[in-house]
């Protein structure tokens, strides 16, 4: 033969031991995916979407439904009211007006997430896109539904 060199493979192309493996886990790929497309499944799971219906919105429903994630956010919407009863010059919040306006119901929230209550997923994705929606009603006087209403309906939805 030859041409048979042509069917060997070049040393310097050849599969290295243990450099097969080079692609990501399905798991990392699931992990990094959830991250990318987080706002998107958090209203899905907002909206009642079973978690099941995919691995995303599964890993996604883990997430929001841990202990130490409640607590996060019941810190955020915590640190919301204090940077509401914050003086004007040192507060970032845009709709401080609206916000105290909703303090009580805000507090109410973050304590239901504290409790050791059962909660339901779904009031939990509404709490998360509240907190970082920004066109949302926290921070966006333009939006859609008013402050005070969504925090009742987060609520309601635990």
């Known amino acids: 033969m030859p041409n048979a060199h042509l069917l060997q493979p070049h040393p310097h ?57 409640r607590v996060r956010l019941a810190e955020r919407l915590e640190d919301v009211v204090r940077q509401a009863r914050a003086p004007a010059t040192t507060s970032r919040l845009p709709r401080r007006r609206e916000v105290r306006a909703c303090v009580d119901e805000l507090l109410a929230l973050a304590g239901r997430l504290r409790s050791d209550q059962p909660t339901r997923l779904s009031g939990v994705a509404m709490t998360e896109l509240l907190l970082s929606d920004g066109l949302g009603p926290l921070y966006f006087d333009g939006a859609n539904v008013p402050l005070q209403a969504a925090v009742q309906s987060a609520r309601a939805a635990l």
């Open 13 to 69: 192309t050849q599969a290295r031991p243990g450099t097969a493996s080079r692609q990501p886990s399905p798991r990392l790929v699931v992990r990094l995916r959830t991250w990318w497309r987080r706002e998107r499944l958090d209203e899905q799971l907002a909206r009642g979407t079973d978690p099941e219906a995919s691995a995303e919105l599964r890993l996604r429903a883990e997430q929001l439904d841990s202990s130490a994630e």
